[in-house]
C-alpha cells in the first residue's frame, strides 16, 4: 500500500465518501460480514480445541481453582475460576476447559469490526477488518487456549471500543463502560492498568483534556479501583509479588520476553501481512483532520509499546492495541483498494493474504500430527511444543517411582521446576499411582511444602543438579523425560534426579531458597 497517498487524501475520504464537516465521520452501516468470519474463527478453535493436549499453563490454572484465592502472585483470580468451575462442570474435558477462549476469539473479530464503524468504516471495510483480526496471529494463538492473555485481549478491545465512543460523542457517559471492563479486567492481570495509563496519556497529549477532570470519566476510574479492590488488596497484602515475575520477565526469564523480541512480536503478532495496514492506520490517526478525536488511541499505543519496550515486558502485551491500528488501516485500505486501478490492487490483497496470513493457521493451530511437528513451528511457536507430551511426561516419572525400593516408594515425593510439571503430575499422576508434586514456581510455593519426613525426592525441570545439591546429599540421575515424540520443549529429553538425604528441614528453604518467580 502507498501509505503516504493513503494518508494524503485522508481528509476527504471516508471508504470513499467525504467526511462531515466540524466532527469525525458518521459510524458505517451494520455490516454481515463480520458474523460468518467471526463464527468461522470459534467454529476452527473449536474443532481443533482438542488436538495436542494442555498448556502448561491451563495445567497451572487448574491447580490454582483448587486453591481458589483473590490473587495469586501471577495474575487475579479470574482464570482459574473459570478453569475451577469447566473442570467442575466438564471434569477432564479440554474442549469444554478451551471454549470460553473459543467464544472469546470470535468476540473479538467482532469488537474490531465495530471499532472500524465507528470510525466511519463501510460494510466491505467492517469485513475487511474482521478477516485481519481473524486471521491473526493473537486472535488464533490465544483464542486457542485458557489463558489470561485471552481475557486481556477482549478486555482491551472492549476498552478500545468505549473508548472511540467517548472520543466520537464527546458524551462521557460512555467511559463508565471503560471503568466496569477494565476493573473486570484487572480480575485477571493488573495489565489493563497499563493500558489505563496508555489512554489517559493519549488524552493528555492530543486531547480533549476536558476528559480528564470530567465527572464521568473520574466515576469510571472509581468503579474501576472498586472492582479491582479485592486483587489490589491481596496484592499490597503479599508485598505486590506481581513486581517480582514482572521483574523476572524483564531479565528475560519467559517466553517472548526481551526488549529485541518484544519489538520484532510488533511485526508479526498480527501477521506480516498486516502491517502495512496497521502502521498506515497509525499515521492516519496522527494526521487525517476528520480523525483528529481519535488521535488519543494513536498516542495510546506508543506510550503503551515505549512502556513495555523500556520495561522488558512481553511483546504481545500491546497487542490488542495494534488491532485497533489495523481496524483504522481496513478502511483506508478498502478506499485506497478502490481508486485507480482497483482490479490489481485488489489482486494484490488477496495474494497477500494467501502469502502471509494462510501460515498463521500451521504455525499456530495444532493443525500438523503431534508426532511429526517440524522444529520450524515451535522455533517460532514456544507456546506449541508446550502442549505435546504431558502424559508420556509423567509416564517417565512414573517409571523412576515404580522402581524406588518400596520403603523409598512410602516417602517419596516430586518436585518440580516449573508450574506446568507440577499441574502434569496432578492431572495425570493419581492414575499412575504417582505421590504428589510440589514447586517453588510463582503461587506453586503457596501451596504447599513436602512433608516434613519427606526426604526422597523425584526432581523433574532441573537441567543441572547444581541447586539440588544445596539441598540434598545425594543427588544421582534417575532416568530421562521421554515423550515419545521428537518435539523441542522445555521437559523432552530433560534429567529425572533421585534425591535424598535432606540438608535442612523443608520449613527452612522452601521460601527463601525453593521459592522463584518467572
Not at 163 to 172: K, Y
Not at 488 to 506: A, V
Request: charged residues 15%.
Amino acid at each position: 500500500m502507498d501509505v503516504a497517498e493513503s494518508v494524503t487524501d485522508l481528509g476527504r475520504a471516508r471508504s470513499g465518501d467525504d467526511a462531515p464537516a466540524g466532527g469525525p465521520p458518521a459510524p458505517g452501516p451494520h455490516a454481515r460480514g463480520p458474523w460468518p468470519i467471526a463464527g468461522a474463527v470459534t467454529a476452527l478453535l473449536l474443532l481443533l480445541a482438542n488436538r495436542y493436549g494442555y498448556h502448561r499453563d491451563e495445567l497451572y490454572f487448574l491447580l490454582c481453582g483448587r486453591h481458589l484465592d483473590w490473587g495469586y502472585v501471577d495474575q487475579g483470580p479470574l482464570v482459574p475460576a473459570l478453569a475451577r468451575l469447566i473442570d467442575t462442570v466438564a471434569p477432564g474435558s479440554l474442549v469444554a476447559l478451551r471454549t470460553p477462549s473459543a467464544l472469546i476469539g470470535g468476540g473479538c473479530v467482532l469488537l474490531v469490526a465495530a471499532i472500524a464503524r465507528e470510525l466511519g468504516a463501510g460494510r466491505g471495510a467492517q469485513t475487511f477488518a474482521a478477516f485481519l483480526a481473524g486471521t491473526s496471529g493473537l486472535v488464533l494463538a490465544t483464542g486457542h487456549l485458557l489463558s489470561t492473555t485471552t481475557v486481556d485481549m477482549l478486555v482491551w478491545l472492549a476498552v478500545a471500543l468505549f473508548a472511540v465512543r467517548v472520543l466520537r460523542t464527546g458524551d462521557p457517559r460512555w467511559a463508565l463502560g471503560i471503568g466496569l471492563t477494565l476493573g473486570v479486567g484487572m480480575l485477571n492481570k493488573l495489565l489493563p492498568a497499563l493500558l489505563a495509563v496508555g489512554l489517559v496519556a493519549g488524552v493528555a497529549i492530543a486531547g480533549p483534556r476536558r476528559l480528564l477532570r470530567d465527572r464521568w470519566v473520574l466515576a469510571a476510574a472509581g468503579v474501576a479501583v472498586l472492582l479491582a479492590a479485592p486483587t489490589l488488596i491481596w496484592q499490597a497484602a503479599h508485598g505486590f509479588p506481581q513486581l517480582s515475575v514482572a521483574a523476572a520477565i524483564a531479565d528475560g526469564d519467559s517466553s517472548y520476553s526481551g526488549r529485541i523480541d518484544a519489538l520484532t512480536l510488533q511485526f508479526v503478532i498480527i501477521s506480516p501481512y498486516a502491517v502495512p495496514i496497521w502502521i498506515a492506520g497509525l499515521v492516519a490517526l496522527l494526521r487525517r483532520p476528520a480523525w483528529r478525536p481519535y488521535r488519543a488511541l494513536a498516542w495510546a499505543w506508543l506510550v503503551v509499546v515505549a512502556v513495555v519496550l523500556l520495561a522488558g515486558g512481553k511483546g504481545y502485551y500491546d497487542a490488542p492495541l495494534l488491532l485497533v491500528l489495523a481496524a483504522t488501516g481496513a478502511v483506508l485500505t478498502v478506499a485506497w483498494a478502490g481508486r485507480g486501478t482497483a482490479t490489481l490492487k485488489r489482486g494484490l490483497l488477496v495474494l497477500g493474504a494467501l502469502l502471509f496470513v494462510a501460515p498463521n493457521g500451521v504455525l499456530l493451530l495444532p493443525t500438523l500430527p503431534a508426532d511429526r511437528l517440524p522444529g520450524f513451528v515451535t522455533a517460532v511457536n514456544y507456546d506449541a511444543g508446550e502442549t505435546i507430551g504431558w502424559p508420556a511426561f509423567a509416564d517417565s516419572v512414573a517409571a523412576v517411582h515404580r522402581a524406588l525400593p518400596e520403603p523409598q516408594r512410602q516417602r517419596a515425593v516430586i518436585l518440580t521446576a516449573n508450574y506446568g510439571e507440577a499441574g502434569a503430575i496432578a492431572r495425570y499422576g493419581p492414575t499412575r499411582g504417582l505421590p504428589a508434586a510440589y514447586s517453588g514456581h510463582n503461587s506453586m510455593a503457596d501451596f504447599g511444602r513436602p512433608p516434613a519426613d519427606a526426604d526422597v525426592v523425584i526432581a523433574v525441570g532441573w537441567e543441572r543438579p547444581d541447586r539440588l545439591r544445596e539441598w540434598f546429599t545425594d543427588v544421582t540421575l534417575a532416568g530421562r523425560v521421554d515423550q515419545r515424540v521428537e518435539v523441542d520443549n522445555d521437559e523432552n529429553g530433560g534429567p529425572i534426579w533421585l534425591c535424598t538425604g535432606l540438608r535442612r528441614p523443608w520449613a527452612e528453604i522452601w521460601q527463601t531458597e525453593v521459592r522463584h518467580a518467572g
